[in-house]
């Protein structure tokens, strides 16, 4: 099993940035699949997350309005559409993938909003 992110970054605040995350070794439409993230000195917490059946999707009331999250189940790949970055909005984003009890990690991608 694999989940590998990219695009992340530094950019400045107001900017935008998409993750992207591919998962392989699993049947990737029937998990729920999320992003966490993660600062420095902070827990870890979930920032969005889209599940399998119907694609309803969740989002931490900080990053509402501002992140998107979608998924390929063609392509095995979930994405994490960020716009109007803030300085707070940086952290370590990991991709998660979720069905009953087996549980997935990505490795993890820096994203930094800096000027």
């Known amino acids: 099993v694999q989940l590998v992110e990219s695009g992340g970054g530094l950019v400045q605040p107001g900017g935008s940035l998409r993750l992207s995350c591919a998962g392989s070794?699993?049947?990737?439409?029937?998990?729920?699949m999320s992003w966490y993230r993660q600062a420095p000195g902070k827990e870890r917490e979930l920032v969005a997350r889209?599940?399998?059946?119907?694609?309803?999707?969740n989002y931490a009331d900080s990053v509402k309005g501002r992140f998107t999250i979608s998924r390929d189940n063609a392509k095995n790949t979930v994405y994490l559409q960020m716009n109007s970055l803030k300085p707070e909005d940086t952290a370590v984003y990991y991709c998660?993938?979720?069905?009953?009890?087996?549980?997935?990690w990505g490795q993890g991608i820096q994203v930094t909003v800096s000027s």
């Open positions: 998660n993938a979720y069905y009953r009890s087996n549980g997935y």
């Open positions: 889209i599940f399998s059946a119907d694609g309803r999707t």
């Open positions: 070794g699993f049947t990737f439409s029937s998990y729920a």
